[in-house]
């Protein structure tokens, strides 16, 4: 299936063809493994937002890589880097382990450049793919009058369901970081969170303004639903958050922030549309409190069975409608993963304010 219907990379505006090679599966991802298969098909046109800048010797080109991905450059024992040099007849310079800057393309004729540029631009896409997460865009939910909300669906959950099948205490969120994530990003360098800023900022002044009037959105987290078909096998259990006024301008927003960041190669697209749930209730949390549910909406389906579930028949029957508490939305944040601020929420390497 993966002849037939092979993968494709967004990079730079323009969609690459993934060739089905023979990669290596790896545990541990380090500079002796060699990730590099047979050359790829790439165009030998260059986006704008790359120069290939004529010298006395040839062509050069300079290319920004957050170092954590250099070794996947570089390959097992170089032989990467010396496939992508020999192919492209360049030279690739690779900044040294521990430190910082572009990776250096040259070569005697320009398409070579472009081409090595391409293909490397190729294999750090697929390679950032594979990396977990480091932050994500989110609204915060943990205003006051909900985290009480939520303290009391806890008290009461437990109250009348504790002897319900892998019902436990242990997991339920943390009240302080309740939220609503919208997309997750991998930040590899401090000049990529500067990139993640400033298109939030954009996506303030182009389209988030407009939709919210220069004002707070007021909204209601009311009910609950489950992610996977069988209540009776429960992974996650969220909360639904509704705008007050009944329009959809939240789920607008949210929306239209992943299309713009998918767009700039700082998210991956995972679904038609944002779904926007608040979890209250994980199994993933049984072994790890912090852990994140990026995955969420795949625990209904087949696989191994790694996760403890829960039966929450009763949970759905006596709650269905409960109310946690009315929200005033007023920010976006680019909250990083496993932090946590004076508030008790996540860590925020930059938001946007509504008003």
Same mark, same amino acid.
């Given at each position: 299936m993966e002849v037939l219907r092979p993968q494709l990379i967004k990079i730079e505006g323009r969609i690459y063809r993934k060739n089905f090679i023979q990669e290596q599966t790896y545990q541990h991802a380090d500079e002796d493994e060699d990730f590099y298969g047979e050359p790829m098909e790439c165009s030998e046109e260059l986006s704008d937002s790359c120069v290939v800048e004529q010298t006395e010797k040839g062509f050069q080109c300079a290319v920004a890589v957050p170092s954590p991905l250099f070794k996947y450059i570089i390959g097992k024992k170089g032989e990467t880097r010396k496939k992508l040099e020999m192919e492209t007849r360049t030279s690739i310079n690779i900044p040294k382990p521990g430190m910082e800057g572009e990776i250096v393309i040259t070569g005697q004729q320009r398409g070579g450049v472009i081409s090595a540029k391409t293909r490397i631009d190729v294999l750090v896409e697929s390679f950032r793919r594979k990396q977990p997460f480091t932050h994500f865009l989110s609204f915060s939910l943990n205003q006051p009058d909900v985290q009480e909300g939520f303290l009391k669906f806890q008290e009461k959950v437990l109250e009348k369901c504790s002897m319900d099948r892998g019902v436990s205490s242990c997991l339920f969120q943390n009240p302080a970081k309740l939220h609503l994530t919208i997309g997750t990003l991998v930040l590899l360098s401090d000049q990529?969170?500067? =990139?993640?800023?400033?298109?939030? +900022? +954009?996506?303030?002044?182009?389209?988030?303004? #407009?939709?919210?009037?220069?004002?707070?959105?007021?909204?209601?987290?009311?009910?609950? /639903?489950y992610m996977n &078909? &069988?209540?009776?096998?429960?992974? $996650?259990?969220? !909360?639904? $958050?509704?705008? #007050? &006024?009944?329009?959809? %301008?939240?789920? @607008?927003? !949210?929306?239209?922030?992943?299309?713009?960041?998918?767009?700039?190669?700082?998210?991956?697209?995972? =679904? &038609?549309?944002?779904?926007?749930?608040?979890? $209250?209730?994980?199994?993933?949390?049984?072994?790890?409190?912090?852990? /994140?549910?990026?995955?969420?909406?795949? !625990?209904?389906?087949?696989?191994?069975? /790694? %996760?403890?579930?829960?039966?929450?028949?009763?949970?759905?029957?006596?709650? /269905?409608?409960?109310?946690?508490?009315? @929200?005033?939305?007023?920010?976006?944040?680019?909250? +990083?993963?496993?932090?946590?601020?004076?508030?008790?929420?996540? !860590?925020?390497?930059?938001q946007i304010d509504f008003s």
């Open positions: 990529e969170i500067q =990139w993640a800023c400033e298109l939030l +900022q +954009q996506c303030k002044e182009d389209f988030i303004s #407009k939709i919210t009037g220069g004002k707070p959105l007021l909204a209601e987290m009311l009910g609950i /639903e &078909d &069988d209540p009776s096998m429960m992974d $996650v259990l969220y !909360a639904k $958050v509704h705008m #007050k &006024d009944g329009s959809d %301008r939240l789920q @607008l927003i !949210a929306d239209q922030l992943v299309e713009r960041f998918v767009l700039s190669g700082l998210m991956m697209k995972e =679904w &038609d549309r944002v779904k926007l749930h608040a979890t $209250v209730m994980n199994t993933l949390f049984r072994k790890d409190p912090t852990a /994140e549910d990026r995955n969420s909406a795949l !625990a209904g389906k087949s696989g191994p069975r /790694e %996760r403890e579930s829960f039966d929450g028949r009763n949970i759905l029957k006596l709650f /269905e409608n409960f109310s946690f508490g009315d @929200l005033c939305l007023n920010s976006v944040h680019i909250s +990083q993963r496993f932090s946590t601020d004076s508030s008790g929420y996540y !860590a925020s390497s930059g």
